[in-house]
């Protein structure tokens, strides 16, 4: 069954250091990774997918997340962190034979000022 | 602003009562899924209709029912409402042929059973 595991519950990071939030997977064939982040109170909001291709990503508000296909992981940075950027993160794993999108647990992210 | 739009954006029900939510897709979206957000259990897919007829089911109760109307817009039926069911319901849409297989959420509803 395809899952994702994101480790780490809460991340704290200082502002203006890089920030990384991790992802693992698991799937049967070709993964499509996404992430999401949540604001309080708030729909999930999309940041960036990985379906093929460059391993690096780049998606809004300056995030990216690299494809690591040996460590079936797809974690997500930023090079430097904002206050602005504390919210909750989420990374999914689409079934590409029952086309569920699975989430992870979430990461909350804590920029400190 | 995402395009999907859930309505009621909040709700208070007693235990034992029914209640329904509903979702517009964006627009051209043919795929609505339901989501179900709780502190302690995560973000736990429901279910997943595509034009119509259900393609993915997930941990939906017996107690909730979902479907698709022909105009795509979506309803999620909660049934014989309890305490638990309290939580924030996201409706997700997507469309296989445009931005490849990204699903787009609306706001939530947020339930609260007393």
């Known amino acids: 069954a395809q899952s994702v595991a994101q480790p780490e519950d809460q991340v704290n990071v200082a502002e203006g250091n890089p920030l990384t939030v991790k992802c693992t997977y698991s799937?049967?064939?070709?993964?499509?990774l996404f992430w999401y982040v949540q604001y309080p109170n708030r729909g999930l909001q999309f940041l960036l997918k990985?379906?093929?291709?460059?391993?690096l990503v780049k998606g809004s508000y300056g995030f990216e997340a690299e494809f690591n296909k040996s460590q079936t992981s797809f974690h997500l940075k930023k090079p430097s962190a904002l206050v602005s950027d504390s919210a909750l993160y989420f990374c999914?794993?689409?079934?590409?034979?029952?086309?569920?999108?699975?989430f992870g647990t979430g990461t909350r992210l804590k920029v400190l000022a | 602003d995402s395009g999907v739009t859930q309505t009621p954006k909040h709700l208070i029900t007693a235990t034992g009562q029914r209640v329904t939510l509903r979702c517009s897709p964006r627009?051209?979206?043919?795929?609505v899924y339901w989501y179900q957000q709780s502190l302690d259990q995560g973000l736990q897919f429901l279910i997943q209709?595509?034009?119509?007829?259900?393609?993915a089911k997930g941990n939906i109760l017996e107690r909730f029912s979902a479907q698709q109307f022909p105009d795509l817009h979506s309803e999620l039926n909660l049934s014989s409402l309890e305490l638990g069911d309290s939580a924030l319901y996201f409706c997700?849409?997507?469309?296989?042929?445009?931005?490849?297989?990204?699903?787009?959420f609306g706001e939530g509803s947020w339930l609260t059973v007393v």
């Open positions: 627009s051209g979206d043919l795929s």
């Open positions: 209709y595509y034009n119509g007829e259900e393609r």
């Open positions: 990985y379906i093929t291709g460059d391993n």
């Open positions: 997700a849409s997507s469309n296989p042929d445009r931005e490849s297989n990204t699903i787009y």
């Open positions: 799937v049967s064939g070709n993964p499509y």
């Open positions: 999914a794993v689409r079934d590409g034979g029952t086309y569920k999108y699975i």
